[in-house]
Antibody, heavy 123, light 108 residues
Framework: QVQLQESGPGLVRSSETLSLTCSVSGGSINSDGYYWGWIRQPPGKGLEWIGY???????YYNPSLLSRVTISSDTSKSQFSLTLSSVTAADTAVYYCASRYTSGWYLDAFDIWGQGTVVTVSS | DSVLTQSPGTLSLSPGERATLSCRAD???????LAWYQQKPGQAPTLLIYGASTRATGIPDRFSGSVSGTDFTLTISRLEPEDFAVYYC?????????FGQGTKLEIK
């Protein structure tokens, strides 16, 4: 059973770059059919899809974040990462990493989630 | 961007009652790409339903999903105390993934 654990700084200064890592256990990042993604949730608000990386290396990003976000993977460390540049207070949120195996054409949903990590953007 | 509108915003019911949560899409959504999640305070979301009506692994059969056109419904047949939480629908349409704003299911 795949398990995920987020890590990274809990405080980021405004205008700087947020970097988070998700460590994968119980599975391989380059296993056929797997998607590895990030979702965030501002305090007291709903969920926002950030993006994902497919085992093949292809990526998808939320169009509203496209100019600032990068998701990458490191198979040697069994990790995938999120970087978000030029952060503002609006990027303050709980950030979740998540995964899904599917043989379908597209990712439909995430069924495995990390516990989440709180990131606060300070001015 | 395509929008998912969930209703009601808050639903107050008692254990043992039936809950019906709605999620309406503003454009056609393939049933294959409509999912429902449950989120309890301080926890990550849990996938309940994918493909509009397929229960995820380990989800009790009191949870069911259905669709009629662009209207998707999550039904909980008999509420258990642990079912009181926030529920989100999520879609993939026009190359974008979006969540509804959520329905809070609270104890009456």
């Amino acid at each position: 059973q795949v398990q995920l654990q987020e890590s990274g700084p809990g405080l980021v200064r405004s205008s700087e770059t947020l970097s988070l890592t998700c460590s994968v256990s119980g599975g391989s990042i380059n296993s056929d059919g797997y998607y590895w993604g990030w979702i965030r949730q501002p305090p007291g608000k709903g969920l926002e899809w950030i993006g994902y990386i497919h085992y093949s290396g292809s990526t998808y990003y939320n169009p509203s974040l496209l100019s600032r976000v990068t998701i990458s993977s490191d198979t040697s460390k069994s990790q995938f990462s999120l970087t978000l540049s030029s952060v503002t207070a609006a990027d303050t949120a709980v950030y979740y990493c998540a995964s899904r195996y599917t043989s379908g054409w597209y990712l439909d949903a995430f069924d495995i989630w990390g516990q989440g990590t709180v990131v606060t953007v300070s001015s | 961007d395509s929008v998912l509108t969930q209703s009601p915003g808050t639903l107050s019911l008692s254990p043992g009652e039936r809950a019906t949560l709605s999620c309406r899409a503003d454009q056609s959504v393939s049933s294959s790409y409509l999912a429902w999640y449950q989120q309890k305070p301080g926890q990550a979301p849990t996938l309940l339903i994918y493909g509009a009506s397929t229960r995820a692994t380990g989800i009790p059969d009191r949870f069911s999903g259905s669709v009629s056109g662009t209207d998707f419904t999550l039904t909980i047949s008999r509420l258990e105390p642990e079912d009181f939480a926030v529920y989100y629908c999520q879609q993939f349409v026009s190359s974008a993934y979006t969540f509804g704003q959520g329905t809070k299911l609270e104890i009456k």
